[in-house]
């Protein structure tokens, strides 16, 4: 299932909304795990990270001690998955005390003025 | 190319129908359903912020949501339109994507 | 028009899977085709066909069942996540070695790529969850 390839000939603009601080919750890296099984479907794929779904890409993730994956690493292969369109609220973050410099991966800061406007150009959202 | 954005949480236990709000686009609607309701009621800490974003988009309630929370006849916002399930289908229909905010 | 329906969290813990459920009649009595309903993270749990609620209480395993039977609808469990969960069906079974299977009725056990392929090959994807 996890190799499958998507024949259907439709290309969709799908947008990840993640808003969730990883490891209290399973939604951040089912998010993740949505993003490479679909990266098989070659769709037009952007994840937004909003509010504290900008903890997903925060430096220095040590949740091994709990049993836990630590998936943080994973952002930074998403290009070989051909997921280049990451972008994080400048807005979330500064409320968060965080800065670019903070996150695992390159990212596009988007204001929150322009937020709606980022989904609106949109087929698909899936919200985790 | 507007949004149906749909609510399902308390604005009075979490934050995130003012984080939704925040994020709207011009012609984008708001769905309340769930516990979510509870911001259409008249009279709440957050109906005049309601009112205002009322005025810039339009805003629906899901009727069996309000009526299963003893809600039904209770006064509302002017600004918030009642639907059922039908009208909910509807809206999925008008609109070019569904945004739910989990 | 086309809807797909995506489920993420269990049966009687959060209204989600009702209001999914209500949707989805509202939806086809206008009409409409629901052309899959995912259940992903607890979503999965109401695929069993092991619960009995008191039979004052509605079935939301058995409404679900329903609507695969009666209208077609293709009720998909995310494997990954019934893994987790023991929500196990025949193949699962015999490929983990596991002594029973318990998947109800008009569910069966598929990869995210079906989540994926729902949002591409539908007109509309909604989200129900907590």
């Not at chain 1, 951040?28 to 479907?41: N, P, Q, R």
């Not at chain 2, 979510?36 to 912020?49: E, G, K, N, P, R």
């Not at chain 3, 899977?17 to 989805?24: L, N, P, R, V």
Request: hydrophobic share 40%; with cysteine; net charge negative.
């Amino acid at each position: 299932m996890e190799d499958e390839e998507y024949t259907g000939g439709i290309e969709k603009k799908i947008i990840y909304v993640n808003r969730r601080a990883p490891h209290g919750t399973v939604y951040a890296l089912e998010s993740l795990e949505t993003v490479l099984i679909g990266a098989a479907f070659d769709q037009d794929v952007t994840m937004l990270f909003l509010d504290d779904g900008v903890f997903q890409l925060k430096k220095d993730q040590a949740p091994e001690a709990l049993e836990f994956k630590n998936f943080s690493k994973t952002y930074r292969a998403l290009e070989m998955y051909d997921v280049e369109k990451l972008f994080v609220e400048q807005e979330s973050l500064a409320e968060r005390g965080l800065a670019q410099d903070d996150l695992v991966v390159d990212v596009e800061l988007v204001a929150r003025k322009d937020v709606g406007a980022l989904i609106n150009d949109q087929d698909v959202v899936l919200s985790f | 190319m507007s949004t149906l954005n749909v609510l399902n949480k308390s604005p009075f236990e979490k934050k995130t129908m003012e984080q939704c709000l925040a994020r709207l686009a011009d012609g984008d609607s708001v769905l309340m359903i769930e516990d979510a309701v509870v911001a259409a009621l008249a009279d709440t800490a957050i109906a005049s912020q309601l009112e205002s974003v009322g005025a810039a988009h339009a805003l629906y309630v899901l009727e069996p949501d309000l009526a299963a929370r003893g809600l039904s006849s209770s006064s509302r916002l002017a600004a918030v339109k009642v639907v059922d399930y039908s009208g909910f289908v509807e809206l999925a229909t008008t609109h070019e994507r569904v945004h739910s905010w989990l | 028009m086309k809807f797909a329906i995506l489920v993420n969290e269990g049966p009687y813990q959060h209204q989600a899977s009702d209001s999914a459920y209500q949707f989805s009649v509202a939806a086809l009595e206008a009409g409409h085709e629901i052309s899959r309903v995912f259940f992903y993270h607890d979503g999965v749990n109401n695929g069993s066909r092991l619960t009995t609620p008191p039979q004052d209480d509605r079935h939301i395993q058995k409404r679900w069942s329903a609507l695969a039977a009666d209208k077609g609808v293709d009720l998909v469990l995310c494997v990954a996540a019934c893994q987790r969960r023991g929500l196990v069906d025949e193949g699962e079974m015999k490929r983990n070695g596991k002594d029973a299977s318990n998947i109800a009725e008009g569910f069966r056990i598929s990869g995210l790529g079906q989540l994926i392929e729902a949002g591409i090959e539908s007109d509309r994807l909604i989200t129900f969850g907590d």
